[in-house]
Nanobody
């Protein structure tokens, strides 16, 4: 089981990046998928989620209207399109896959290694 992020880099304020999270060893569409980020000296925060049930999405208030989470089930890959980037978006971005099995009870929780996003002013 593996999650591999890519697409991070250095971009000027106002620019765009698209992060990818490729899953292997499990079917991404059956998991609740999320993007988190962690800036230096700060706690990890939830940025966006996409539901396994109906594909509904949720966003951190500060990224609403600028970021879009999506998934391509055929490619077993999740994305985060980031537009109008700001210096405060600078962080390591992580993808997460989570699912609960009811019986016997077990929680599946997988993380990628992270990809650095740096936005210069």
């Amino acid at each position: 089981v593996q999650l591999v992020e890519s697409g991070g880099g250095l971009v000027q304020a106002g620019g765009s990046l698209r992060l990818s999270c490729a899953a292997s060893g499990f079917t991404l569409s059956t998991y609740g998928m999320s993007w988190y980020r962690q800036a230096p000296g700060k706690e990890r925060e939830l940025v966006a989620t996409i539901s396994s049930a109906d594909g509904s999405t949720n966003y951190l208030d500060s990224v609403k209207g600028r970021f879009t989470i999506s998934r391509d089930n055929a490619k077993n890959t999740m994305y985060l399109q980031m537009n109008s980037l700001k210096p405060e978006d600078t962080a390591v971005y992580y993808c997460n896959a989570r699912r609960k099995r009811l019986w016997p009870p077990k929680e599946y929780d997988y993380w990628g290694q992270g990809t650095q996003v740096t936005v210069s002013s």
